[in-house]
């Protein structure tokens, strides 16, 4: 594609234009970038005979067709050019005119001199000049020089990598259903986890115009990681990570970590909770709700027909209804106002004023004291010490109370020391003949091949059984300091013991008869025996 363009014929007669027809579809000759042309090269020429010369030259569909300007000599015309830079000034816009006939050809260099005398300096495209003007192409646009636009930069953000919004999130059942006791509120986290990354701001690049002009990039916002304690931050400031176990949270913009979980209530708002730390509950627990935690439990007001379990300790400052079915775990120790109709385990001790109704269990002991100190129905059972002021009731209740062994753990004693017995006499077997064949291969004697297979299968069967020795022996050092605990293992009542009350000591038990104050009972040659406290 080529545009059509016009030249200067300069004689003694006159001036005339040659006009050149377009090819490929370029463009015409415009009639307004002629007069221009000849305005500024101060050539006279009548504007309604010019247009209609154009007319004719355009339908006349010659490749060159020729029109009488003025009968007027002119001096000859040097190739030229039209300069233009666009209002945003990132761009310079060059056309390009013939010489007349006997006019003299632009140099590059000259162009170059003329942008830089205009201040034209940044962007200027030096090849591009030179490889037109060597295939010159009039009338047509040449971009001499480019801005280059600034490259806008972007704000520094922050990827979280727990849920930051603290709207309740109800878990949907299999069914479809939603279940409002699990509202998905607490972010769990591992010591080690990333919990946060900033990733900083780009601040872009500075443009330029064509005369060398700055344009700044637009700008941007930086960002900076906020955090609290028990959360490290890398050397380079852009990642946070979990120095422990807990829970991770976002106040006010800062990234928190505790290992204590603290709420108000639980109930409705909170759903259950489930924390690999301890928690802390100001008010109370609802019915129906859980609490589960791998460290201690805390509740400074009351737990109705709710189930609380811990790792460690339980302490209820108000003490539990449990409207039978409330249930307490603890690995630890259990101290509670007073337990009323419920379910309570401990791997330590039951501290508490009143149980009522509830079936109480203790690794330890078990003390019930205060101004009311009693234990009135249901069944408690402690390994070492059952210490109450008050046991039973006048009215008969069934309660049952009792100390030392279970015997099902007694039992399990004794099998696991029989096991062990029967697993070191199978090693003691097998090590002989492992150690006589181990003897004939560093000698060089080669075994046949059901012989090496029956070496390996002893060899898998000596691992397996050391394994079950260890575990045995583990379990069994478990129970015999359990056992070392409940030797002495005694009920003590320093009020009144009601008649009708069950004493269960290891394996033997009594029926109190008629209501007695302060004593004792123990385990005394086979039979449980009462003395004075």
Do not use: W
């Amino acid at each position: 594609m080529k545009n059509g363009y016009f030249q200067l014929v300069c004689g003694p007669q006159g001036t005339g234009l040659k006009v050149f027809a377009p090819k490929d579809g370029g463009e015409a000759v415009n009639v307004k970038e002629v007069m221009e042309y000849l305005t500024r090269n101060q050539i006279p020429y009548d504007t309604p005979a010019l247009s209609k010369g154009l007319q004719n030259a355009a339908a006349s569909r010659q490749e060159i067709y020729l029109l009488m300007l003025n009968r007027e000599a002119c001096k000859e015309v040097n190739e030229s050019y039209s300069l233009l830079a666009s209002e945003d000034r990132m761009s310079v816009i060059v056309r390009f005119y013939p010489a007349s006939e006997n006019g003299e050809s632009l140099k590059p260099q000259e162009l170059i001199r003329d942008l830089t005398f205009k201040r034209i300096t940044y962007g200027v495209r030096r090849n591009e000049i030179f490889d037109f003007l060597s295939h010159v192409r009039y009338c047509t646009d040449l971009q001499a020089a480019a801005g280059k636009a600034p490259r806008n930069g972007s704000d520094a953000r922050i990827e979280y990598y727990f849920q930051t919004d603290k709207k309740a999130r109800p878990t949907l059942k299999e069914d479809g259903s939603v279940d409002f006791f699990h509202l998905n509120t607490i972010n769990h986290c591992k010591k080690g986890d990333v919990l946060a990354r900033l990733y900083p701001e780009d601040r872009g690049e500075a443009g330029s115009t064509v005369y060398g002009e700055k344009i700044p990039p637009r700008e941007v916002k930086a960002g900076v990681l906020h955090y609290g304690r028990n959360i490290s931050i890398s050397e380079d400031k852009t990642v946070l990570t979990a120095e422990t176990d807990g829970h991770v949270m976002l106040v006010e913009g800062s990234v928190f970590v505790s290992d204590v979980l603290e709420v108000e209530n639980v109930d409705t708002s909170t759903g259950n909770l489930d924390y690999e730390g301890s928690v802390k509950i100001n008010g109370n627990v609802c019915a129906n709700f859980e609490v589960r935690a791998r460290g201690d439990i805390e509740v400074a007001g009351i737990v109705e027909g709710a189930g609380l379990f811990a790792g460690g300790n339980i302490i209820i400052a108000r003490g539990m209804n449990g409207m039978a079915r409330g249930e307490l775990q603890a690995g630890g120790n259990i101290v509670a106002k007073f337990l009323e109709n419920a379910r309570v385990s401990a791997g330590g001790s039951v501290s508490t004023e009143s149980i009522l109704h509830s079936r109480v269990t203790a690794g330890t002991q078990i003390v019930v004291t205060g101004k009311r100190g009693f234990i009135t129905g249901g069944k408690v059972c402690a390994t070492s010490l059952i210490q109450v002021k008050t046991l039973g009731s006048p009215m008969g209740t069934d309660t049952v109370v009792e100390v030392g062994m279970d015997p099902l753990k007694k039992a399990r004693l004794q099998e696991l020391q029989k096991q062990v017995t029967e697993s070191s006499r199978m090693i003691a077997q097998i090590q002989p003949v492992l150690a006589a064949l181990s003897k004939k291969m560093a000698q060089g004697v080669k075994l046949r091949p059901d012989q090496l297979k029956g070496l390996q299968e002893m060899v898998q069967q000596e691992k397996q059984l050391k394994e079950i020795v260890a575990n045995n022996n583990e379990e069994l050092t478990g129970l015999q300091s359990v056992l070392q605990e409940s030797s002495g293992a005694k009920v003590e009542v320093s009020g009144e013991v009601y008649a009708g009350t069950k004493i269960c000591i290891s394996d033997v038990s009594l029926v109190v008869k008629e209501s007695i104050r302060h004593c004792k009972f123990k385990k005394e040659q086979g039979d449980v025996k009462m003395s004075a406290l």
